[in-house]
C-alpha cells in the first residue's frame, strides 16, 4: 500500500458540510444507496415474491372464496380482495424487513457503527432506511393490482394513485417497523411481533372481509390501525366513492402515524446506537 | 484541480456552510476532564488529551484501559458523562456531524458490510463520506489501489481474508481524505509484511500532515510512527511524550538483565529498589531500568547481567504495571 501524492489532498474532500441539527439528503441517500445496490443482486427474488404472493393469495381465496360469496359490502369479492391485498403486501414488504433486517444490521452486522461513524445522524439512518422501504412498496404495492385486473378487476384511472398511498401506507409502516426493531432486544421475540402485533394488523383491516360483521370495540379498535386507512383509500382510488373528507382522514391519520413513528423510531434507535 | 478556498461557497448549494479551515494552532483533538461511565464501572476516569493537528499520536494502554471508548467518544457513538470534547475545535457531540465529514474511523472491531463487495463497500461510504459525485469513481479506485484490491472489486468481503477485509476497513477510513483519523488496534492480526504495508500508509499520512490517533498494543509499532506516545491505563493519561523522551525519562539508556541464583529474585529486586531504582519482573529473570546509573558496588552483587537498550516496552511496563505483546 502506498499513498498516491497525484493529487491534492483536498481533492476529494467532502463539500458539503454536515451541519448539525438538519436532515441533509447526502446522508439520506448514501443509505439509500446500501439498499439499492443490494437490490441490484436481489431483485429476482424480491419480484419473484411480489408476485407470486398475491397472485396465490387471488387464486386460492378469489377462487375458492369468490365462488361462495359471489359480492362483498357491495364488491365483487375479487375487486374486495385484490384491493386488500395490495394493502396487506404493502405492509408485508415494509413493515416485515423493517423489523427483521433493520435489526440483524444494528445487532449482528454492526452496520450501523459503520454508517454512523461517518457523517450520518441516526435520524438520517432511520429515514433513509424507511424511505428505500416505501419506494419499495410504491412500485411493488402495483404489482398485486395488477394481477388482480388480470384476474379481472376492473381497470379505472383512480389506480394511478395506488402506487403514491402504497408509498405513504409503506413509509408509516417501515417506520414502524425500525421502531420495533429497536424496541426488542432478541430473535426471539420478533415472535411475539408477528403473532401478536402483525396478523391481527393485517387480519383487522377490512382487507379479507368486512369490519362491519365484528364487534364494535374490534371496529373501533381498527380505526387506530393505519392498514385499516391505507386500505380504504386504495379501495376509494381504484372504485371511487371515497368522499374528500374521508380521504383526507384517511391520510391525515397516515401522515399523523409516520410523524409518531417517526420520533418514536428515531429516538429508541438512538437509545440502542450511541452508548 | 481545484484549489479551495477558505470561506468560499459552493456553487449550487447556496445553503450551504462555507467550507472553513480551522487555524493551525487549534488542536485536532482536545479531550478535558472526560468521564465515561458503564453502571457502576468507570471506563474513562478523567482522561486529558490534546492532539495538534498533524501529528501521529500513539495511544498505548493494557486491555480495557479505556482506549476504544475514547475513540468511541470521539464520533459521538458513545457520549461522555463529563468533560469536554472537541475536534478541531468544535465540541462534540454537538457538532460531532461536522466532525466526522472530516475524519476517518479505523473500528477496532470490523464493521464492513458482508453482503456488499469490496467496490460496493466503499462505492456506499463515498456517498456517506460526501465524496463529490465527479470525484466517487476515482475516489473508489484510489482505496482499492492503496489496499492492493484492485482486483479483488467484486469479491464479497465475506469471501475475503483476515488481512485484506482489514485493508478494506483501513481505506474505508480515507475515502473522503480526511484531516483526522482515528485508528483502533489497525494492525491486529495482520502478518508482519502487510504490517509494514500499513504503516507505510500512516507514515504517508503524516507526510501529507493529517493527525492520527492511533491506539496499538504493538509497542515497536507505536515507537516506530508516533510522533508522540500517550500512556493510558485505567481511564486516564498516565505519560505522554515522544518515545525517545520517555524512555530517557523513566528507562535511562540501558536496562541490564539479571538472572538470580539460588537467593532468588525477590531479594535481588529489594537490593536494587533500595538504591531507588525501579525493576521489571519477566519469569525468573529481573530487569533494572537505567542500569548505566547503577554503583559498581551493587552491580557486583547482582551478578553477570546480560546489557540491552532501554526500550519503550519497559516505560510501558513500569508506567501501567501489565505486560504486552
Ligand atoms: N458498552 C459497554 N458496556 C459496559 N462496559 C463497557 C462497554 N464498553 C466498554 N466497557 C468497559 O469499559 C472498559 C474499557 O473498555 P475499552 O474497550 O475502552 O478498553 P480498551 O482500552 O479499548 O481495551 P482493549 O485493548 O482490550 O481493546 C472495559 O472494562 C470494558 O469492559
Ligand atoms: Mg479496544
Known sequence: MSIQHDRARDDARPEVHARPGRIEADAVIGVVAREWILYGQSWRATTFAAVVE????????????????????????????????????????????????????????????????????????????????????????????????????????????????????????????????????????????????????????????????????????????????????????????????????HVGVLLGFIVLMWFLAGFQMRRRVVG | MTTPVPGRRLPGSASSTPVDTPPPDVPALLLRGVVKRFGTLTAVDGLDLEVPQGVVLGLLGPNGAGKSTTMKMLTAQSLADEGEIRILGHPIPAESKWARARMGVVPQHDNLDEELTVEQNLR??????????????????????????????????????????????????????????LMDEPTVGLDPQVRQDLWGVISALRDEGVTVLMSTHYIEEAERLSDEVALMAKGAVVERGTPADLVAKYAGSTVEEYTPGDEGADVLERRVREHGFTTRRTGVTLSVLRAEELPDSLRDRLGTPHRRASTLEDVFVTLTGESVE
Open chain 1, 54 to 249: 398475491p397472485t396465490l393469495y387471488l387464486l386460492c381465496f378469489g377462487f375458492g372464496m369468490g365462488a361462495l360469496i359471489g359480492t362483498l359490502a357491495g364488491f365483487s369479492y375479487i375487486d374486495f380482495l385484490g384491493t386488500g391485498i395490495v394493502a396487506v403486501s404493502v405492509m408485508f414488504q415494509s413493515m416485515m424487513p423493517a423489523v427483521i433486517n433493520t435489526f440483524i444490521k444494528r445487532r449482528f452486522l454492526h452496520t450501523y457503527e459503520g454508517i454512523l461513524a461517518a457523517p450520518v445522524d441516526v435520524r438520517e439512518l432511520v429515514t433513509g432506511e424507511a424511505l428505500w422501504l416505501a419506494m419499495r412498496s410504491g412500485v411493488y404495492g402495483c404489482v398485486p393490482l395488477l394481477v388482480a385486473v388480470g384476474f379481472g378487476l376492473r381497470p379505472g384511472p383512480g389506480m394511478l394513485l395506488v402506487p403514491f398511498i402504497a408509498f405513504l401506507a409503506g413509509f408509516a409502516f417501515a417506520l414502524f417497523g425500525i421502531w420495533i426493531s429497536a424496541v426488542i432486544t432478541s430473535v426471539r421475540s420478533m415472535d411475539y411481533v408477528f403473532s401478536g402485533l402483525f396478523t391481527p394488523l393485517f387480519l383487522v383491516a377490512g382487507t379479507f372481509f368486512p369490519l362491519t360483521e365484528l364487534p364494535a370495540w374490534v371496529q373501533n379498535a381498527a380505526m387506530a390501525n393505519p392498514l385499516y386507512h391505507a386500505v380504504e383509500l386504495i379501495r376509494g382510488s381504484v372504485f371511487g366513492g371515497l368522499g374528500a373528507g374521508a380521504a383526507l382522514l
Open chain 2, 124 to 181: 456506499m461510504f463515498s456517498f456517506l463520506y460526501r465524496v463529490p459525485r465527479a470525484r466517487r469513481k476515482e475516489a473508489v479506485a484510489r482505496a482499492m489501489r492503496l489496499a492492493q484490491l484492485g482486483d479483488r472489486g467484486d469479491t464479497l468481503v465475506d469471501d475475503l481474508s483476515g488481512g485484506m477485509r482489514r485493508r478494506l476497513l483501513i481505506v474505508r477510513a480515507l475515502l473522503h481524505r480526511p484531516e483526522l483519523v
